[in-house]
């Protein structure tokens, strides 16, 4: 047996071995790249959330206070007259769309990974 066919059946081994290891590497490179480039992402719709929704504090005192004036007072001394109910008081809330709560929750979690030394207990 002639020790040229063995050697190059090694280099041509050797070869494969390579390429395959090459092709691991830039596909593992390039998943990297894609997940650390959808955090990005992530953190940018997180951010353009917060600017769309929230407002400063003034801003919420002043809107309640506002509210007080132009319904509170005004209607609910006729609900508990309506009602006949002394201690009745009107029903303050706020709607967001499920889309938006699922986004501020995934944000949240985020946050919540990023601290992992603080609970957040509740929004």
Known sequence: MSIKPI?????KLTTTIIKTFYRLSVITLLLAIVIFSCEDEKQKSFDQLIEKHIIST???????KEFQINRTNIL???LQNRYKDSTFQDTKFVWLSLEDMKEYITYIDAIQDQNPNSDITGL
Do not use: H
Request: aromatic content about 14%.
């Open 7 to 11: 050697i190059f059946i090694l280099i």
């Open 58 to 64: 003034d801003q919420g005192v002043n809107i309640f």
């Open 76 to 78: 609910e001394p006729i």
